[in-house]
């Protein structure tokens, strides 16, 4: 633990977790896979020589870095601890990390090279912060990771002051990795090897985080736990999904984020539903653009072999071959969102909705008490204030030689969003407009009627109409 304290003190003060990315690191994120674009990113880091990127070097792209410039950052003492503990390999003057170390709200991450083999851990990556942000607040909360891998978000949930941080894990690797976690950034963090939720049966929790393994794996590809999620890939995720229910506090929430293929006829909202079954749990599901089977293999292909040689190849030709056996055309990325009703005998709600941007937690808790709405009564919801979503904006348009009556209308999106741009008739953008002012959707039906000239007898149920569908949009929230 002294150790520890010291080397969390010296990685904090080299600036590693503010370190801003180099040019070259912004413009090849692009490209997909680390081993095409690391040799330029090693240059530039080496080029610069400041502490952060000697150690992002070390520790982040696995390159070799001479021993003088780690011990003038860690101290010839750290170097020493990390190569005393087979965290670091030291060879003459030089030296090369045995793992890598993400930085995730001010805790250090150890974890394993991504193409490290069978039992490597996955270090977090783009969708592990995508699921830290979709999560609700965690201070005070009973937070349980499943499928915990080196520990990120039960860590991060200890970080950010959670009451209980609990992670599972069924990989004996994690658990250690998990744990050693723990212990080096002074986290109070209980992690449990087990299946899924086998460990903590019994027990209930207010936010339950999981980003399951969700690859579908051809029969003859051996096993990798924290990539294959069985044939069709979302096997594991459909299995906790279909037992998670009583480990869900009244008004808690589990997010979940995975791949599952497309199945025509059966949309993934209605396929989570099956698997939650009926009852007090509400079902949201956001699902981004889909995936062709094409990039799938090769994405898959690479981590086996991140060099493109002849294993890769073999193993891109293995996936297409099985995606396509599978009759697996296109892949949806899915954050599913469930949230327990405070009243058990409550009738829970089930959505899907695509979006274009990841969908954080600032942005699905409003759209969670929109759709509250739209399953109300049609006097609850006439009762009930509503505005425009923060980021819409209403535009008109038309050619400059045509005429008023020409004008196109439409909402737009300021900045990214998960909610979606549409087009609007003159009557609708004249009500979305009236929303922003009025005090309740009866209110604004009686403007609306009067600068349409209708009675509002004629007018509220096309307002409630437009209301259902816009909270269902997004481009709507509760006020």
Not at 7 to 14: C, K, M, P
Not at 279 to 306: E, K, T
Request: with cysteine; net charge negative; aromatic share 6%.
């Amino acid at each position: 633990p002294a150790r520890a304290r010291v080397l969390r003190e010296r990685l904090a003060a080299s600036g590693l977790e503010g370190r801003m990315p180099h040019d070259i690191e912004k413009a090849s994120m692009s490209i997909a896979f680390e081993e095409l674009r690391s040799p330029l990113v090693e240059r530039a880091l080496r080029r610069d020589g400041a502490p952060a990127s000697t150690l992002a070097l070390l520790f982040q792209y696995a390159g070799t870095v001479p021993s003088e410039l780690v011990e003038r950052t860690l101290g010839a003492d750290g170097l020493a601890w990390l190569v005393e503990s087979r965290l670091v390999e030291r060879t003459g003057d030089h030296c090369r990390s045995h793992v890598r170390i993400q930085v995730a709200d001010g805790a250090w991450i150890f974890c394993d090279d991504p193409g490290g083999g069978e039992g490597s851990v996955m270090r977090p990556g783009p969708t592990t912060v995508d699921l830290l942000a979709a999560l609700p607040p965690l201070r005070d909360a009973r937070v349980l990771d499943v499928g915990t891998g080196p520990g990120t978000i039960a860590l991060v949930a200890a970080a950010r002051g959670a009451a209980l941080a609990v992670g599972t894990d069924i990989a004996p690797r994690a658990v250690a990795l998990a744990r050693f976690n723990a212990l080096f950034n002074d986290l109070p963090v209980d992690v449990r090897e087990g299946d899924l939720l086998g460990p903590v049966q019994g027990e209930r929790y207010s936010v339950i985080a999981a980003q399951p393994p969700y690859v579908a794996r051809p029969d003859e590809q051996p096993t990798v736990a924290f990539l294959h999620g069985g044939q069709m890939g979302d096997e594991i995720a459909m299995r906790l999904l279909s037992t998670i229910r009583g480990s869900i506090l009244p008004r808690g929430v589990a997010v979940l984020l995975f791949d599952s293929p497309v199945r025509p006829g059966a949309p993934i909202h209605d396929r989570v539903r099956s698997a939650v079954g009926e009852g007090d749990i509400d079902v949201a599901v956001f699902n981004g653009p889909s995936v062709a089977p094409d990039m799938q293999a090769i994405g898959y292909a690479a981590l086996h072999d991140p060099t493109f040689g002849e294993e890769y190849a073999r193993t891109a030709v293995r996936y297409r071959a099985h995606l396509e056996a599978r009759g697996i055309d296109q892949v949806t990325h899915s954050l599913v969102v469930l949230r327990k009703r405070a009243d058990a005998s409550e009738e829970g709600w089930t959505f899907g909705m695509p979006v274009p941007f990841a969908a954080e937690w600032h942005e699905i808790a409003p759209f969670l008490g929109g759709l509250d709405l739209i399953v109300r009564t049609d006097g609850d919801l006439a009762a009930a204030q509503v505005r425009p979503h923060d980021a819409a904006i209403l535009v008109r348009e038309r050619r400059p030689t045509a005429g008023a009556a020409d004008e196109r209308r439409s909402i737009r999106v300021d900045g990214p969003s998960m909610i979606s741009e549409r087009e609007l008739t003159p009557a609708a953008a004249v009500l979305f407009e009236l929303f922003a002012n009025e005090s309740s959707v009866a209110a604004t039906s009686a403007r609306f009627a009067q600068a349409m000239d209708q009675s509002i007898g004629d007018v509220l149920p096309l307002v409630l109409t437009f209301v259902r569908e816009n909270l269902g949009r997004g481009l709507l929230v509760p006020a």
